[in-house]
């Protein structure tokens, strides 16, 4: 027999209204009060559909379990949980960065999760900080909705970043679409007609509306021909696929990558081939890490630690009571133009 867990009630507070309990939970959603527990505590051992029941049915009834509670009320921690879909490579060191910047600033400190692509793993993640944490930075490119329900604990003040639904929370997100669009566009502007893009992978929200751009500007010059090839993110990704191109004898003057990771892989093929970049060929990516700078790519900049200060600060915020803001807020990345894309004679 699993025992009710003390709650609080955040719906009710100071309104004389009766706290909702385990067992009210367990009608709601139409399953055993065992299973709310497990479902609650995060145990692998239960099934995506029961868990989302368990979720949707704790959140109508603003049941929190105690651990939870806890964080919400005078003992506070003061410490944050952010879950990241990787904890390697530039980009994501450059969020934390801005993350850890703003958090300390404000007396908070990181508590960092790797989502490993696995969303029970990630949610059980998530449901291991509460009582830890007061509010969780959760950046979810892959999610949808009916996920998200299942990564966030009920009742644990969450802000979402590059996920494709806020689900009534605060969402930061990239304008992907229309940076990939501001990109192609140069990339035309310049001469550029048989354009390659690399996408990143299956799933991810930044990938698609990237490609989403990239097609909708190609539209736009009846002279110009699209060429579609799968990415992964990688440096060793971008690199894969234009040597491909380049096995079977695929005529193209441009490569977009949708990250600068496989724009530095392909720049690496395309140099080791003898092919002239920019003269030749023209190489862009899109996210401007650190290292992009180095090499001179044209990249379209995304201000990563910028990204994470934010979403730290929306966080702090609600914390502080000072409200929930649900909105989304699209973050516009800047034109970079380097020496992948410029003639010697334009730089002159």
């Given at each position: ?25 367990a ?9 709310v ?31 939870g ?11 944050i ?19 850890d910047?703003?958090a300390?600033?404000?007396?908070y ?6 989502m ?36 966030l ?32 566009r ?22 698609a ?31 894969a ?6 096995a ?28 002239d970049?920019p ?7 899109f ?5 992009a ?20 600060a ?12 649900a ?8 034109l ?13």
């Open positions: 027999m699993v025992a009710d867990d003390p709650v609080v009630d955040t719906k009710g507070w100071g309104t004389g209204m009766a706290a909702a309990n385990i067992r009210d939970v009608h709601r959603a139409g399953v055993s009060v065992a299973s527990s497990r479902a609650l505590n995060g145990h692998s051992n239960v099934h995506p559909d029961t868990r989302a029941k368990v979720n949707a049915a704790a959140k109508a009834l603003g049941y929190v379990p105690h651990a509670a806890r964080s919400l009320s005078m003992a506070r921690t003061h410490a949980g952010v879950v990241l879909p990787d904890l390697h490579g530039e980009f994501f060191s450059e969020i934390v960065r801005g993350m910047r703003e300390s600033g404000r007396g400190q990181l508590l960092l999760s790797n490993h692509a696995d969303i029970d793993m990630a949610s059980h993640a998530t449901r291991a900080m509460r009582g830890r944490v007061d509010g969780l930075v959760v950046m979810a490119p892959q999610v949808d909705a009916a996920g998200l329900e299942i990564l604990p009920p009742g644990l003040p969450a802000v979402l970043v590059h996920s494709a639904d806020g689900s009534g929370r605060p969402l930061l997100r990239i304008d992907s679409q229309h940076g990939a669009e501001t990109m192609t140069h990339l035309l502007a310049i001469g550029k007609r048989r354009i390659v893009h690399i996408t990143g992978p299956a799933g991810n929200i930044d990938s509306e990237r490609q989403a751009g990239f097609l909708a500007a190609m539209a736009e010059r009846g002279d110009a021909e699209p060429i579609v090839v799968a990415g992964d993110f990688s440096d060793d990704g971008g690199a696929a234009v040597r491909d191109l380049l079977v004898g695929t005529r193209f003057d441009a490569v977009f990558a949708a990250n600068d990771m496989m724009a530095l892989g392909a720049l690496t093929v395309l140099r080791d081939a003898g092919i970049v003269g030749d060929v023209a190489v862009a990516g996210d401007d890490v650190p290292l700078r180095y090499l001179a790519l044209t990249t379209m900049r995304v201000h990563m630690a910028e990204i994470g200060a934010q979403a730290v929306r966080l702090v915020a609600q914390l502080e009571g000072k409200g929930a803001d909105s989304t807020e699209l973050l516009v990345p800047d970079v133009v380097r020496q992948t894309t410029q003639s010697e004679k334009a730089r002159r």
